[in-house]
């Protein structure tokens, strides 16, 4: 089988369904998800030889796995609904692991920056990319048919993100990066 299949040099791209221009809101919206699968690998290509942090990567592998469940259920034009993949459990058990984060990490006391350690580093860009890409299916559920538990799943996934990389961080004796406002480019950190 080729990779390449020639279909999409006119710019249109296959939903399930039907075809669309690639810039269809629905093609941004499982495309992001797409981009946040991607970071995920890259976080867990970070966190997985990290043995403080085997129970992430494992968890990572699982959430990928999801991200492609996500994307799947966006990919179905609107006279097409089936039976979606994602559910409320997804969620749930997303919430869960968040407590349990919340946990191993010190008492938040002031706004917490991207960073410590790479593992954090690359969770917060894990988070940032999934608040775009909900934001992209909130837009989308606005002028089409969707999956309602894929906003609320890159809700909690993102909120996940956060809270995994400040363990992330505490698991591996690192110090999360406190925000200093007003913070001056001549001043000592």
Not at 26 to 31: I, K, L, T, W
Not at 59 to 78: A, H, P, V
């Amino acid at each position: 089988m080729r990779l390449y299949t020639r279909t999409g040099d006119k710019g249109q791209t296959a939903l399930i369904g039907s075809r669309v221009p690639k810039d269809h809101l629905r093609v941004e919206a499982y495309g992001t998800i797409d981009e946040l699968n991607a970071f995920t690998g890259q976080a867990l290509a970070v966190i997985e030889p990290l043995p403080e942090l085997a129970g992430l990567a494992s968890r990572l592998k699982l959430i990928m796995n999801e991200l492609f469940d996500c994307g799947s259920d966006l990919s179905y034009d609107d006279e097409h609904q089936p039976e979606y993949k994602l559910t409320e459990e997804y969620a749930v058990r997303l919430e869960r692991w968040i407590d349990e984060y919340q946990q191993q990490a010190p008492e938040i006391r002031q706004f917490v920056l991207p960073g410590g350690s790479a593992a954090a580093a690359v969770l917060h860009v894990c988070r940032t990319v999934c608040r775009r890409a909900e934001r992209v299916v909130v837009t989308l559920a606005g002028h089409h048919t969707v999956n309602t538990e894929a906003v609320t799943y890159l809700n909690r996934l993102s909120d996940f993100y956060f809270a995994a990389a400040r363990a992330a961080n505490s698991k591996l004796g690192i110090e999360d990066v406190s925000y200093i406002p007003g913070l001056k480019a001549d001043e000592q950190l």
